[in-house]
């Protein structure tokens, strides 16, 4: 049985499965589960009760190796001019232009966009300005480095072996570049990250690795992207997605667990440095009060400590699917952050504030995902009515 794919991106609900699901997919999955553990060894993963599961629709899982993998040479894609798209073949790209003030990053219906985070602020369609830079065709996962020079994302319409390559655009979108490591192109899984400045070293997932998902880095040195390298080959976790990078720029936090769908549960937060060293748990489930369901997810290191998303209840409080919750610095306690009981992926800003898709804001009676800005006197919602594409966020400066 294959690795299941993507589900279509469409506007996101959240559908609760009934336990025989769970047990479907997991019976469907092959090779054997590793035990979870970190560098302490701890003690293996015990099974776990069935249980109800919320399922997202647009949650990221695994997708099977595309053909391109294998080393073949790819096609040349085009722009819809006939001209050749970059692919760091030749020569030096000139550094992006830094943004400031703050930005969100964001996927909804197949294209993508970037928005001010100020309040009122009008998002920009970022594939309408790649419209002249290529064919037309499906952006998604975007995200961008802490300095807002650089964006990534995975694109359908630049051509190559891969039906989906990722994508490097500077910020004043002059350019594309296509993420080809040794001139190969790959199936992305998930969203990337890449550091700031000039945006040399970009860290993915792919089904290339000893596992069945693992996290990869390549460097571009005198214009050409580098041979991959492994960064979590010490994984006791089969499914290694979603990184992001810490504020040292150092090291990268990330999804690691037993089942492609995090909220199938045995999902942790785990961390890896740059150079392949030091892979560690940070959160599991059982740092959490009233453990309800066995996943956390979504890990972005802020100034104050590490946020992520869980589902757990809260003492005293009637709780939806999933919070936001926060590993202050020094502590091995989590707390509850977002003031809303149901909020879901959230990334940090350099400033101190966190950005998250939040179901049930001021008139959001639907439970759209609507990008929102909190940290400051009050939450401050971007795209009010609609429902963001819940695969992953951005934040930049």
């Avoid at 950005?355 to 401050?380: M, V």
């Amino acid at each position: 049985m294959g690795l299941p794919t993507f589900p279509s991106m469409n506007h996101s609900n959240r559908l609760r499965a009934s336990s025989w699901l769970l047990g479907t997919l997991v019976a469907g999955l092959s090779g054997a589960f590793a035990a979870c553990g970190d560098y302490i060894e701890p003690p293996p993963l015990k099974p776990v009760e069935r249980i109800d599961v919320v399922i997202d629709e647009d949650a990221e899982a695994p997708r099977a190796p595309s053909p391109s993998t294998s080393g073949e040479p790819a096609r040349e894609p085009r722009r819809a001019d006939g001209g050749a798209v970059a692919d760091a073949s030749v020569g030096e790209f000139p550094i992006a232009p830094a943004l400031t003030g703050g930005h969100l990053y964001y996927s909804f219906e197949g294209s993508v966009f970037r928005v001010a985070t100020t309040r009122g602020a009008v998002p920009e369609n970022i594939s309408r300005a790649l419209d002249k830079l290529g064919n037309r065709g499906d952006d998604l996962r975007i995200t961008a480095s802490s300095d807002s020079r650089w964006m990534l994302l995975t694109s359908s319409r630049f051509g190559g072996a891969s039906s989906d390559t990722l994508v490097l655009v500077p910020s004043d979108l002059s350019r594309v570049e296509l993420i080809r490591p040794e001139g190969r192109p790959f199936t992305p899984q998930g969203v990337a990250t890449i550091v700031p400045g000039a945006g040399d070293l970009v860290v993915y997932a792919a089904s290339t690795g000893p596992h069945a998902v693992d996290l990869f880095s390549t460097r571009r040195v005198a214009g050409r992207w580098l041979a991959p390298k492994l960064l979590t080959s010490a994984s006791t976790y089969p499914y290694n997605n979603m990184p992001a990078l810490t504020h040292d720029g150092t090291r990268v936090t990330f999804d690691c667990g037993q089942n492609p769908y995090p909220e199938s549960g045995n999902n942790d937060a785990c961390e890896v440095a740059l150079d392949g060293t030091g892979f560690r748990r940070i959160v599991t489930s059982s740092l959490l009060p009233n453990a309800r369901q066995t996943h956390v997810q979504n890990p972005h290191e802020g100034r104050d400590g590490l946020y992520f998303e869980a589902a757990w209840p809260v003492a005293g409080r009637q709780v939806a699917p999933e919070i936001i919750w926060m590993l202050p610095r020094g502590s091995s306690v989590p707390v509850p952050k977002a003031p809303s009981d149901n909020a879901v992926a959230p990334c940090t800003l350099p400033d101190g504030r966190y950005a998250a898709l939040w179901l049930a804001g001021p008139g959001n009676t639907r439970g759209d995902h609507e990008l929102t800005i909190f940290g400051g006197p009050s939450p401050i919602v971007l795209t009010p009515g609609i429902d963001v594409t819940d695969i992953g966020i951005g934040c930049g400066d």
